[in-house]
Antibody, heavy 121, light 110 residues
Framework: EVQLVESGGGLVQPGRSLRLSCAAS????????MHWVRQAPGKGLEWVSG????????DYGDSVKGRFTISRDNAKNSLYLQMDSLRAEDTAVYYC??????????????WGQGILVTVSS | QSALTQPPSASGSPGQSVTISCTGT?????????VSWYQQHPGKAPKLMIY???KRPSGVPDRFSGSKSGNTASLTVSGLQADDEADYYC??????????FGGGTKLTVL
């Protein structure tokens, strides 16, 4: 059974940093591109970042570019999102997602349960 | 990276069919056959319903179908059921490892 479990969320002050983790199991993690997608309260889905199977291809949504960093450790079946210079508008539920392919774009066929990040003073 | 355009709402009676549109540009929907559709019930994680424009993952009923014409993709739900009431999002590959989502459509089963 495919499982994606996010951790590391919580309340953080504006300007501070937070690191999200996603523990993956039940599939060949090293052969899957991965994503972070977020959803602000009452709003739609927003793609945050994606990373290819070998970390060779990475990109970010415009709203987080230069502040967030995605990474993965295939030996640990784990995906990460380092979030720096956090703003109130980064408040959202963050989902970890598995792509159907080795490169970004095939469709996100499995999603974690999501973790809430609240940026507030 | 502009969001894809979806109607905010759609509705239909049980047993009817409804189609939700997703309009992008010649740089995303119109260029790549990597359009996906997701269903999201309140408080739940999204679920993949269609990928690569027309393909259904295992377990998704064939009442759900996808298509594309030019810069617009569509999701059709046939034989509407009460459990189909949810938010639906489209997404498209937009090149250079970028993904873009639509704003979402709330489907109401009357």
């Amino acid at each position: 059974e495919v499982q994606l479990v996010e951790s590391g969320g919580g309340l953080v002050q504006p300007g501070r940093s937070l690191r999200l983790s996603c523990a993956a199991s039940g599939f060949s993690f090293e052969n899957s591109a991965m994503h972070w997608v977020r959803q602000a309260p009452g709003k739609g889905l927003e793609w945050v970042s994606g990373i290819s199977w070998n970390s060779g291809s990475i990109d970010y949504g415009d709203s987080v570019k230069g502040r967030f960093t995605i990474s993965r450790d295939n030996a640990k079946n784990s995906l990460y999102l380092q979030m720096d210079s956090l703003r109130a508008e980064d408040t959202a539920v963050y989902y970890c997602g598995k792509d159907k392919g080795v490169w970004v774009g095939g469709g996100i066929d499995y999603w974690g349960q999501g973790i809430l990040v609240t940026v507030s003073s | 990276q502009s969001a894809l355009t979806q109607p905010p709402s759609a509705s239909g009676s049980p047993g009817q069919s409804v189609t939700i549109s997703c309009t992008g540009t010649s740089s995303d929907v119109g260029f790549y056959n990597y359009v996906s559709w997701y269903q999201q019930h309140p408080g739940k994680a999204p679920k993949l319903m269609i990928y690569e424009v027309t393909k259904r993952p295992s377990g998704v009923p064939d009442r759900f179908s996808g298509s594309k014409s030019g810069n617009t993709a569509s999701l059709t739900v046939s034989g509407l059921q009460a459990d189909d009431e949810a938010d639906y999002y489209c997404s498209s590959y937009a090149g250079r490892n970028n993904l873009v989502f639509g704003g979402g459509t709330k489907l109401t089963v009357l």
